[in-house]
């Protein structure tokens, strides 16, 4: 995968030099950062055997908290709403699933449906304008040479690496992946951490949700639609087997930077966005064939 | 574990009571237009009159890149409007790269659009935007870069654009109501289907529709109004809902004329043609079978290829340094059967059988 | 047993063949004859090249050299369906069952009897009189129409025996059958056998059970460390010398003698109940003690474990741990307590199939490896790297996955899980199944470390020489309820089989 991703950036880099211009990769990187930091949460749920298909209402559903919440108490409220906005939800996703034992998969799609719903609801399907300026600097702005969405994407890979694979409450996410019977009985409470796990899976997607709101500078309940689809794209792509228990966030990270890279690549070379998406629909199940491929091999 | 049950469940609640309570605190009013704060209105007198008339410059001595965004290109009116940006850049040796968004709701998708543009250092950019208030970033960091921002059809909240194209939606507001005042007699019941939320035209239309109406046309009374994306499907859904919430609908305003001909629809399988009265904005194939037909009463035509035309114009004039007006209003007529043989459509729709280059 | 023909060619010839994998030299020229009609023994130690040779022969592994003939010609197959398509048929040890279908669905996968051709409709009245059919000739108490999902083990076993008779074999290859089978269910299966043997077919038979062996088998080939040993003819050929010709040495003790001085009451349970499935269960173990549990399949031994384990739920019942009443209701309460559970079935319950060997050792008790939130990992690897010593699990390293390695050793993986737990007292449900002579020694041994240490043992098993030679005490249930208790000087295995299908034998008082 690695080769891949170098691969892809030669040849795009080649056909047009503005790909390695630094305004690009800041670019990129920056319009990368949701996406990625919504494949984070959803690497939790799909290693664990379970599935995150609520992620991209929950922008929206953030974003309206968030900027109601920001015009109602202030800078830090709104985005401290938005965040807990987007956990809450991944606590509901979390009961239902490990408590009323629905298959994660229906239960985060009917998550999917409502969170939008809420959104509409609380914004009356309007935009939510009027957020300070000073908020922009956190979707628009630097710190250093680096967007700082990006350098909270980074922050957000490292956390999530670090849980993944020095902590108890990681392991036991890959274990429930592996063979959940087993894992009741060795011992784990399994129904505590399948919820931990969508709620790390809903915070992700509130800070995402917020980096989006302050990008746009105001509170949408029109964003993020098919961006889950796209997060479940990037940790497949990344490697990381569906059905759970294999894969890790550095694999994740490979799979963002696989599409961020022919996203931007295939742009700058002019090609049309209907038929972009033509080629990420063939390298999501060509990836996941190479490595099925690899695995019978062995 | 009960107790987590328990304690997880009242968090729940606790939460979703403070969030509804907030929430309809800060409902944004109806009358608070978006894009109207920054933009001058013809009636509040600004210093510099708007300008109805806008010829082409000569030719300049470069080749200028333009960058273009729009929200879509699934739009007949917006098809048209890209014919103009393209035969204009063509006139006048301009190269164009146009982007669009794929729908209303994609804002994120817009602002990444902008970002890009700013980076390939296109000469201008020239935005029909997504979202008022959403896009106020994005053309702020490109205004920042050197790249100046023409304003078309569908107004960004940001005070930087060099000058703001579009109809007189105050004006096409008020023929709508014209028009539906007089053919119901002054009396009667409606419905609104306003259009994509958030944006400027959606709203000032709207509004300057219910001012009207309620100036000159009081015993009309709104039954309701929703907004959707300018599509036949949206507007077929809600025009079948609303039929079944009110028995008496006497017509329909239509800030599109996509979400009219799903309105047409409906109304023809309810069998209420020629009884309701119903009134659109543009012109694509559709709209015209429908008027004919009797089943659209009217539609007020915008002419979203001049809008295309000058706003290219205006990003050549900017760009070779003569002075740009702040604001260009392009005109608009009324079309209905009586008079649909006569109209000129040379600046309505592109010419038939042209499409967009597939971006 | 009809002594086959001695000058008819042989229905499987298979001469000098080899098989490598990354790493690992299964075969290296290993031979194997096998006549029409005759059963033929394949022996060997766990990683000996039994699997890997069973699996050429069906088609599913292609040899690197070698050659195999099928009456005289040679063959060479692409694809467990060209071996099916020459008649050869396997039944595995993990069962290849949808579990989500019926009986007749899975015995018939395939090849359902249709009734209109060419729509592919099936006829599912013949299907069913055919299954049923087939369940006759194994003497099989099951309904074709049942959901494979709710067949116990035994049952399920059955199931893959029908499917590879309906299939008309010429060649079976029966991978360990009888591990899940009671008595009578293995007696069924040899007279199976012999009637199949009778009508020409061969059959390989793979099993640990050497008693089963002496009693079922024509010839034996022995294999060790993937090479060819011997072939012996079953008759003359004493268990001792099978074993020495196995493992290359003299196994004198089948069962180490362990004896720990008992000590205090380490587990006792009283009249444990569950509706419909446990009634009045009652006992109690030392420490230092091997409680052997013992009664036929479907005596629900397996769920009194898991009710003690908290892994299911009790109607009503008590549990003392060293005299002290306990509450335990979930697996974790268990491991707090110090009770440890290793299941039936380790593929299902037992094993994390994608996580490494480490990572399946330590999982019960990362509290030991956790410093200030994050894992140690090489304490982790330190620790799983003495148990892999001490258990001889066979991986070539600690980072390969559990599902990679054979069954035996996945065993093992799984007591070493347990034992990082400091457990006190071990359910061990079925310890030795499909794990070879050498391995169930290593087992045993442990076992007998365990006690001596003053843990307490309850041993469910369905072997009965291996609970008459490794319990201190014995008891016996039958569905649901404790049917008798026994101590080793007074147990035989024809009075606990009496106990087990009667319910009627002297209880003696422990």
């Known amino acids: 995968m690695p080769a891949v991703i170098v691969i892809l950036a030669v040849v795009f880099g080649s056909l047009n030099p503005n790909f390695w211009s630094g305004t690009n990769m800041a670019n990129v990187s920056r319009q990368m950062s949701i996406l990625a930091l919504l494949s984070l949460g959803q690497t939790f749920a799909i290693l664990s055997g379970g599935i995150d298909l609520s992620v991209g209402s929950l922008l929206a559903l953030v974003s309206v908290v968030c900027a109601q919440q920001m015009l109602n108490f202030g800078l830090v409220e709104g985005i401290t709403a938005g965040i807990l906005a987007g956990g809450l939800a991944g606590l509901i996703n979390g009961l239902v699933i490990a408590k009323a034992r629905v298959p994660a998969f229906i239960a985060t799609l009917g998550m999917l449906v409502a969170a939008r719903g809420v959104a509409l609801t609380l914004s009356g399907g309007l935009p939510i304008a009027g957020l300070p300026r000073e908020f922009l600097v956190l979707g628009a702005g630097y710190l250093g040479p680096f967007p700082i969405p990006t350098m909270l994407a980074v922050a957000g890979f490292v956390l999530a690496h670090v849980i993944l694979s020095r902590t108890r409450f990681g392991r036991y996410v890959y274990a429930m992946g592996s063979n959940e019977e087993a894992a009741v009985l060795s011992g784990i409470n399994v129904a505590r951490h399948k919820m931990m796990v969508y709620v790390v899976s809903g915070l992700f997607a509130g800070v995402a949700g917020v980096v989006l709101t302050a990008r746009v500078i105001s509170g949408q309940p029109t964003l993020g639609e098919v961006q889950e689809l796209y997060s479940i794209a990037a940790v497949v792509i990344g490697g990381s087997r569906i059905t759970g228990g294999v894969g890790g966030i550095g694999r994740t990270l490979m799979g963002v930077l696989v599409l961020g890279i022919l996203g931007n690549g295939l742009n700058l070379v002019q090609v049309s966005s209907y038929v972009q998406n033509i080629v990420i629909g063939i390298i999501i199940v060509g990836a996941v064939y190479v490595d099925l491929a690899r695995e019978r091999r062995q | 574990m009960k107790r987590l049950d328990r304690r997880c469940g009242a968090l729940i609640s606790l939460a979703a009571v403070v969030m509804l309570g907030c929430g309809r605190g800060t409902q944004p009013s109806n009358e608070v237009a978006p894009g109207t704060a920054a933009a001058p209105s013809a009636e509040t007198g600004a210093t510099t009159a708007p300008v109805t008339e806008y010829a082409r410059p000569p030719k300049p001595s470069r080749q200028y890149r333009i960058g273009i965004a729009v929200p879509h290109l699934s739009n007949p009116h917006y098809v048209g409007q890209a014919y103009g940006y393209l035969d204009e850049a063509q006139n006048l040796g301009a190269q164009v790269t146009l982007l669009e968004a794929g729908g209303y709701q994609y804002l994120d998708k817009q602002v990444s659009q902008i970002e890009d543009l700013v980076a390939s250092k296109v000469d201008a950019i020239i935005l029909a935007a997504v979202s008022g208030p959403g896009t106020v970033g994005a053309v702020q960091d490109a205004v920042a870069a050197g790249i100046p921002v023409i304003n078309v059809n569908v107004m960004t909240d940001s005070d930087k654009v060099v000058t703001r194209i579009r109809s007189d939606d105050d004006v096409i507001g008020r023929m709508h109501a014209d028009f539906m005042g007089e053919r119901l007699n002054g009396a009667g019941s409606i419905v609104m289907l306003r259009g994509a939320p958030g944006t400027s035209w959606a709203e000032i239309r709207g509004n300057a529709f219910k001012k009207r109406l309620a100036e000159k046309f009081p015993n009309i009374k709104i039954l309701g109004e929703q907004y959707s994306q300018s599509t036949p499907a949206d507007g077929l859904r809600l025009m079948e809902d609303f039929l079944q919430t009110y028995p008496e609908i006497n017509g329909v305003y239509n800030g599109a004329d996509t979400t009219a001909i799903g309105a047409a629809q409906a109304i023809l399988a309810a069998g209420k043609q020629g009884k309701t009265v119903i009134t659109a904005t543009d012109f694509q194939v559709d709209t015209e079978k429908f008027i004919r037909e009797g089943v659209i009463s009217a539609s007020v035509l915008q002419q979203t290829v001049t809008m295309g035309r000058w706003g290219v114009r205006a990003a050549i004039n900017y760009l070779e340094k003569r002075p740009v007006p702040p604001v260009l209003l392009t005109a608009q007529e009324l079309a209905t059967k009586e008079n649909v043989n006569g109209l000129n459509l040379e600046n309505v729709r592109a010419p038939a059988g042209w499409t967009p280059p597939a971006r | 047993m009809v002594p086959p023909p001695s000058h008819s060619p042989p229905l499987l010839d298979m001469r000098g063949i080899v098989k490598r994998f990354p790493g690992v030299l299964a075969l290296n020229g290993v031979d194997l004859e096998v006549r029409a009609g005759e059963v033929h023994v394949l022996l060997g130690e766990n990683g000996a090249g039994k699997s890997t040779l069973t699996k050429t022969i069906a088609g599913v592994y292609r040899p690197d050299a070698g050659d195999m ?48 051709r060419a729509l592919g409709i099936v006829d599912r009245g013949r299907l069913i009189r055919q299954t049923r059919d087939v369940l006759a000739t194994l003497d099989a108490q099951i309904d074709p129409e049942t959901l494979v999902r709710h067949l116990g083990v035994a049952q399920q076993q059955t199931v893959e025996i029908a499917k590879a008779l309906s299939l008309d074999a010429r060649l079976i290859v029966m991978d360990e059958p009888t591990a899940a089978l009671t008595s009578r269910e293995i007696e069924r299966l040899f007279d199976t056998i012999r009637h199949l043997t009778q009508r020409g077919v061969a059959i390989v038979y793979i099993s640990h059970r050497l008693d089963e062996v002496k009693a079922i088998g024509d010839r034996a080939t022995i294999l060790r460390d993937g090479a060819y040993v011997a072939t012996v003819p079953v008759a003359s050929t004493s268990i001792d010398e099978m074993i020495r010709l196995m493992v290359g040495r003299d196994l004198k003790d089948k069962f180490p003698k362990i004896s720990a001085a008992p000590g205090d009451e380490a587990l006792r349970v009283e009249r444990l109940t569950r509706k419909g499935v446990l009634h009045d269960v009652s006992f109690s173990v030392r420490r230092g003690e091997i409680l052997g549990l013992a009664g036929l399949v479907g005596s629900r031994r397996t769920e009194t474990a898991r009710a003690i384990f908290g892994a299911d739920r009790l109607d009503s019942g008590r549990i003392f741990l060293r005299g002290i009443e306990v509450n335990v209701r979930t697996p974790a309460d268990a491991i707090d307590n110090r009770i440890a559970l290793v299941p039936e079935d380790r593929k299902r319950h037992g094993i994390f199939p994608s996580l490494p060997v480490r990572e399946n050792i330590t999982l019960s008790a990362l509290g030991q490896f956790s410093r200030r939130g994050l894992l140690d990992v090489g304490r982790e690897r330190r620790r799983a790297q003495e148990f892999v010593s001490s258990l001889r699990v066979a991986t070539p390293d600690l ?88 101590d080793r000087r007074d147990a035989t295995e024809e009075t606990i089989l009496n106990c087990a299908l009667r319910g009627a034998a002297p209880v003696v008082p422990s």
Do not use: C
């Open chain 3, 69 to 116: 003939r099928l009456d005289g010609r040679p063959v060479h197959l692409r694809s467990p369906r060209d071996a099916q398509a020459l008649g050869i048929s396997t039944i595995y040890q993990e069962f290849n069952l949808a579990p989500d279908m019926t009986v007749a669905d899975n015995v018939f996968l395939g090849r359902e009897p249709l009734r209109v």
């Open chain 3, 399 to 486: 980072e390969r996955w559990v599902v990679y390695l054979s069954g035996g050793n996945q065993q093992k993986v799984v007591i070493a899980k347990w034992l990082n737990t400091n457990a006190e007292v071990f359910l061990f449900d079925e310890p030795t199944r499909g794990i070879d002579v050498g391995g169930k020694v290593e087992v045993y041994r442990l076992m007998g470390e365990l006690i001596s240490r003053g843990a307490a043992i309850v041993m469910i098993s369905s072997d009965l020489p291996e609970i008459l030679g490794m319990s201190d005490r014995i008891l016996v249930m039958r569905e649901g309820r404790v049917a008798g208790a026994f």
